[in-house]
């Protein structure tokens, strides 16, 4: 048996599809589970500063400063800022930056930060942003 | 406002000073209320004042981007924290409204250059404090003391 | 002692040849001269072309030399061969010394090697067509995967007698990429489509790279389990070659074991085309579809590219669609030589090597999925 007849009789063109379509399935699936493997391990790797993962303890850790909704907003701002920094950060130039972003009353925010521990001094001169802290009082 | 001695007295460095050395700075000290954001001092400028906080939150900027911040009452703020031959070698920025009790540079230098016993009393009690609290301040800065000695 | 004279000559090789024989050596020495001279996978085609010379010197029957007699040591060696047993063994050597990288870097030129394997059930169609039966349409297919080790190892499982024609084919083909590819390549693109150029890849963390022969084997053999033997030893290798702690394994398994295995496979493979068993008319047709199924598959992963890139923001070379059949990492390098015609400072090795290592996985999942159809 030869041509189209033999490929019907054989179910050819079924196996061809359904082939096709499971090599494709799995390499798909190959492929978007490997774009995720360097995220769950980013995730993994910063686990301390989860919520998911500090749930018992956020507990008990009742925040003993409560921010207001404004206060929380610029120490988002404030955050964000940080993380363009190096992790010993310049208290000075992130104070600056702060200013020149138009960030709401940057002194206060900043003296909410350090008072609340959010900033903490590295005893070196510079400050370094303690995520847990933040975490638990403004997230 | 608190008075000028009080905050004096609150504060670690001028706490062994007798009565009447306090009394003698207090003549030339006076109280002064800042607000959030004000700048008291820029670095490079000509140096006039050293300054005891009383309430409130400052930032002092030195060189290299490191700084410190002052926020109990007492914290004293010169020396080599702040100058050196006359120049300011740090920002201070008030981050809150502050109450500050201001002393003029130059009285202080002469108070405690006249002053032998309560001036080496208050320049151990700077060194130790000093020390121990800013151990990252070179010794690039710290001329005002030679100034008088 | 005249009759032991004639005895002795009618017992030589010059008595019992036959032109098949003759026609087979001459190829088996081409082979040789091809790997040699021209360096076309030289590791490859100089055991195959020797081992050809071995299978064609004409032996008489019965005393246990040929490679199809069941005594013979031949016989034994290939039975690596027939079991699938050295196909996975020299997947172990590839996954020890292949590097992931580039495909971590950016997952989406897995689909190239996917679309590549699109080849494979093409001409699955057109061989049942041409009037093979289905588990041999299959292995013939196969040889689109340009994956030697696969096309064996398929081919052992479902058509035994068709090992040393497949083989053979899929291994010239392969030897064959820098002359069969360019071609195809300069036919499907455009200039402009040439010249473009790449993303820098991100920088890939090392437990990534660990992590990903574990996943990738989980979860293509859980999808295509007749996957697992080839699959399993090249995730395995990889993640002796990653996990750092297993380097003296790495080490043998992509050093002394995948060469003594392709010794073995290779010479055994050469010695299986005798010329009364391979020169036949099926060889022909599978030479043939072989080379259609070849050029297929390339054109079918130039032709993904060019479609990925009416949605991708970022283009990509369609040339690395040429990439996706397996072949490493020659076509990979035909990629790069192509693209540096163009733009000598264009440099996509390193960008093809994402699909052309996909290509192994996908011609591996695609030759368990027709495993387990024809079982």
């Given at each position: 048996m030869y041509g189209l007849n033999a490929i019907n009789a054989h179910n050819g063109w079924a196996i061809s599809v359904v082939g096709v379509t499971i090599v494709f399935t799995g390499l798909v699936m190959l492929s978007m589970a490997i774009a995720q493997i360097h995220k769950l391990l980013d995730l993994w790797e910063n686990r301390n500063e989860l919520s998911l993962f500090r749930k018992k303890e956020s507990v008990n850790v009742q925040p003993q400063v409560q921010l207001t909704p404004g206060q929380k907003e610029s120490a988002r701002q404030f955050k964000l800022l940080a993380e363009t920094?190096?992790?010993?950060?310049?208290l000075p130039r992130l104070l600056s930056l702060a200013r020149v972003s138009g960030i709401d009353h940057p002194h206060t925010t900043l003296a909410v930060l350090l008072e609340t521990n959010i900033i903490v001094d590295d005893t070196q001169g510079y400050h370094v942003w303690d995520i847990s802290q933040f975490k638990i009082l403004v997230s | 406002m608190e008075s000028a001695i009080n905050i004096l007295k609150k504060s670690e460095l001028f706490s062994n000073l007798a009565e009447n050395d306090l009394a003698e700075l207090r003549e030339v000290m006076e109280t002064r209320t800042v607000q959030a954001g004000e700048t008291l001092t820029s670095l490079g400028d000509t140096a006039t004042f050293f300054f005891v906080l009383h309430t409130g939150t400052i930032l002092v900027a030195l060189q290299d981007g490191k700084s410190i911040v002052m926020k109990n009452s007492g914290d004293f703020i010169g020396l080599e924290l702040l100058s050196s031959k006359g120049i300011y070698t740090a920002t201070l920025t008030a981050l809150t409204p502050c109450e500050i009790a201001v002393i003029p540079r130059d009285a202080f230098l002469a108070f405690i250059q006249e002053n032998s016993p309560a001036a080496e009393m208050f320049m151990q009690s700077w060194d130790r404090h000093h020390s121990l609290m800013?151990?990252?301040?070179?010794?690039?800065?710290?001329t005002d003391k030679d100034y008088h000695y | 002692m005249e009759h032991l004279f004639v005895d002795f000559f009618q017992n030589t090789g010059f008595y019992l040849c036959d032109y098949r024989n003759i026609v087979m050596i001459l190829v088996g020495m081409t082979f040789i001269y091809l790997g040699i001279a021209?360096?076309?996978e030289p590791l490859l085609l100089v055991p195959i072309g020797f081992g050809m010379l071995m299978g064609n010197i004409p032996v008489f029957q019965?005393?246990?030399?040929?490679?199809?007699?069941?005594?013979?040591v031949l016989h034994y060696l290939y039975f690596g061969v027939t079991q699938g047993i050295y196909p996975p063994l020299i997947f172990l050597g590839i996954g020890a010394m292949t590097d992931f990288s580039t495909l971590l870097a950016r997952?989406?030129?897995?689909l190239l090697g996917a679309a590549a394997q699109a080849g494979i059930f093409i001409t699955f169609l057109g061989a049942l067509a041409l009037g093979f039966a289905p588990n041999e349409a299959a292995s013939i297919g196969i040889?689109?995967?340009?994956?030697g080790p696969t096309a064996i190892f398929l081919t052992a499982k479902?058509?035994?007698?068709l090992i040393g024609p497949i083989a053979v084919a899929a291994y010239s083909y392969m030897a064959l990429v820098p002359v069969i590819q360019p071609p195809i390549m300069k036919l499907f693109t455009t200039r402009k489509e040439r010249l473009i150029r790449m993303e820098e890849p991100r920088e890939v963390s090392k437990r990534e790279k660990m992590l990903f022969p574990i996943a990738a084997f989980l979860l293509c053999c859980f999808l295509a389990p007749a996957a697992l033997p080839l699959l399993g030893m090249l995730c395995f290798g990889n993640l002796l070659k990653e996990a750092v702690v297993t380097e003296r394994l790495a080490v043998a398994a992509r050093n002394a074991i995948i060469d003594s295995v392709t010794i073995l496979l290779g010479v055994t493979v050469g010695a299986s085309t005798q010329g009364n068993v391979f020169l036949t008319s099926q060889s022909v047709g599978i030479f043939v579809l072989g080379a259609l199924s070849f050029c297929v598959a390339t054109a079918c992963g130039l032709l993904f590219a060019k479609f990925m890139n009416l949605f991708?923001?970022?283009?990509?070379?369609?040339?690395?669609?040429?990439?996706?059949?397996?072949?490493v990492p020659d076509s990979a390098r035909v990629v790069q030589i192509v693209g540096q015609k163009e733009?000598?400072?264009?440099?996509?090795l390193m960008h093809a090597m994402a699909p052309n290592i996909s290509g192994v996985i996908g011609s591996a999942v695609a030759a368990g999925v027709l495993w387990s159809f024809m079982s």
């Open positions: 920094l190096d992790e010993h950060f310049s | 800013y151990p990252f301040i070179t010794e690039q800065n710290l | 021209k360096h076309y019965g005393l246990g030399l040929g490679i199809y007699e069941e005594n013979s997952p989406v030129l897995m040889i689109g995967g340009a994956d479902l058509a035994p007698t991708l923001k970022t283009k990509i070379n369609p040339l690395l669609g040429a990439a996706g059949v397996s072949a733009d000598p400072t264009n440099f996509l």
